[in-house]
């Protein structure tokens, strides 16, 4: 499924979200299922898929060339220590609309204290960030291992705000769920082992 052009790069990225509520733990058709429907949507540069740890829905991670309606923009790849295969996927939500000081908040947190705080943990594979048009706010965090995911956190949990960091802009994600990668194919930089 992986076809980026010649001239597609991550910077030209955009990304749109599925929830797949036929997600099945043994079956495998829904996996087919969802990617027949990206296929169905245009032309994909790639897709992501996850099978929920709990119950609920499933999710389809759909790489594009051109915008559309309700796609995040990539705006953000960055490989981790481990070269994988990514067996994890950690999806952390931040729901529309914010403000553009949000957004600045956001951002150099992002780079002066949580990118920092995780980026020598290893069994990361790779971590996407992506902004929607009203500046929701998306992470997707591939790993080797459910554990990386708790020594993520706990990093981040220690990180001290930055000088001049306003702590009422930081709010907290509106969502954090985890799934068994199913399917990967979306043509983004993997780790390198260290």
């Known amino acids: ?12 990225m955009d990304i749109s979200v599925h929830t797949q509520p036929s997600a099945h733990p043994v079956k495998t058709g829904w996996v087919d299922d969802a990617l027949a429907s990206a296929y169905a949507a245009g032309d994909p540069l790639g897709a992501l898929i996850g099978r929920p740890l709990a119950p609920g829905g499933g999710i389809m991670l759909v790489g594009w060339s051109e915008t559309g309606a309700g796609r995040y923009h990539l705006i953000e790849t960055r490989p981790g220590r481990s070269a994988g295969p990514a067996t994890y996927m950690q999806i952390v ?5 914010h403000s553009e000081e949000w957004v600045a908040a956001e951002q150099r947190a992002a780079a002066g204290r949580l990118g920092p705080a995780t980026e020598g943990i290893p069994g ?19 790993a080797e291992s459910m554990d990386v995911f708790d020594a993520a956190s706990q990093a981040i949990m220690s990180t001290e705000l930055l000088p001049g ?3 009422a802009l930081l709010s907290g994600p509106d ?3 985890f799934y068994r990668l199913v399917h ?3 043509p983004i930089p993997e780790g390198s082992r260290s």
């Open 1 to 12: 499924m992986c076809r980026p052009g010649l001239d597609t790069t991550l910077a030209d």
């Open 93 to 97: 939500e931040f729901s529309g609309p």
């Open 124 to 142: 990361i594979v790779s971590v996407l960030r992506m902004r929607a048009a009203d500046h929701a706010y998306l992470v997707a965090v591939l």
């Open 165 to 167: 960091e306003d702590p």
């Open 175 to 177: 969502r954090i769920s």
């Open 184 to 186: 990967a194919d979306l």
